[in-house]
């Protein structure tokens, strides 16, 4: 991790939006001020950065169009070994097929190295790519974790309820039925 | 406003001018000379700082106790003399 304080006024004000973090202009009185919430910030890795490593968005380009075949097959299980190696940076984003254009979309940005680990974040991918090939999900012990952080109630939960209320909605209209005739028509 | 102090109502009356930036609310002698060593030695450089901000209040807060040593209150209250004098001047 490169130290912020080397960085020019303007990354720290990029580093800062991209955290999201609502600042006003990096200046002397502000600077640490800014510094200090963006090491917050790193070290809660509450916002996914993007690498400015070019060669790793070669390598993750490959390994999205890998990955959004087998989702739909296995999606918790490879998504659990994936995040095995990198538990809190990348939880929300991999769970989504569409994160992964907004992933790579940020390319030129130059963000910093946040992770020290980054070479091991590099490595990743083929990693990931060779546990995936054998689709051995190995030790998936966040799998479950997994297709809930992205979304509070999962999605077949949703589907399921909605196909419950319009069945109880069904059961309600008819048995107003025993009463009229259908009068839908018109 | 009840739970203001006579402090804070005596800054948020008026203009600030030249006002010592001890006439802030929260911030008394220690604080205030904290501030003065670091070159803030009138509110009207402070409220500058507030506004370089962006007038955030937490951002503003997190700042001053950084500054100054101010503790939670004092630079909540600070920040809401701040934010209501901004309110009715700027």
């Not at chain 1, 991790?1 to 004000?13: K, V």
Request: proline content about 5%.
């Amino acid at each position: 991790m490169s130290s912020l304080r080397s960085r020019t006024a303007q990354e720290i004000s990029d580093l800062l939006d991209e955290y999201e973090i609502k600042h006003g202009p990096v200046v002397d009185s502000t600077r640490n001020l800014y510094e200090r919430k963006l090491k917050e910030a790193m070290a809660k890795g509450r916002k996914a950065k993007p690498s400015p490593d070019k060669t790793y968005y070669r390598e993750e380009e490959e390994v999205t169009y890998e990955y959004k075949t087998p989702v739909r097959s296995d999606g918790a299980g490879d998504s659990g070994s994936y995040m095995r190696s990198r538990p809190a940076w990348n939880e929300r984003e991999f769970e989504h097929e569409t994160s992964y254009s907004n992933y790579s979309r940020p390319k030129l940005e130059y963000g910093g190295q946040q992770f020290s680990d980054e070479p091991h974040m590099y490595d990743l991918p083929s990693t990931y790519k060779s546990s995936y090939l054998k689709t051995t999900p190995g030790p998936s012990k966040e799998a479950p974790k997994a297709p809930q952080s992205s979304r509070l109630v999962p999605l077949w939960v949703q589907f399921l309820f909605f196909v419950a209320v319009a069945v109880f909605l069904y059961l309600v209209f008819s048995s107003m039925e025993t009463n009229e005739p259908i009068k839908g028509i018109e | 406003m009840s739970t203001t102090s006579q402090k804070h109502r005596d800054f948020v009356g008026e203009p600030m001018g030249d006002k010592s930036v001890m006439a802030l609310s929260g911030i008394g002698e220690i604080l205030g000379k904290k501030l003065e060593q670091q070159g803030f030695d009138k509110a009207f450089v402070v409220l500058g700082q507030f506004l370089l901000l962006k007038k955030d209040s937490d951002m503003f807060t997190e700042w001053l106790k950084d500054a100054s040593g101010a503790n939670s209150r004092q630079a909540g209250s600070c920040a809401q003399c701040l934010r209501e004098w901004c309110d009715a001047f700027l």
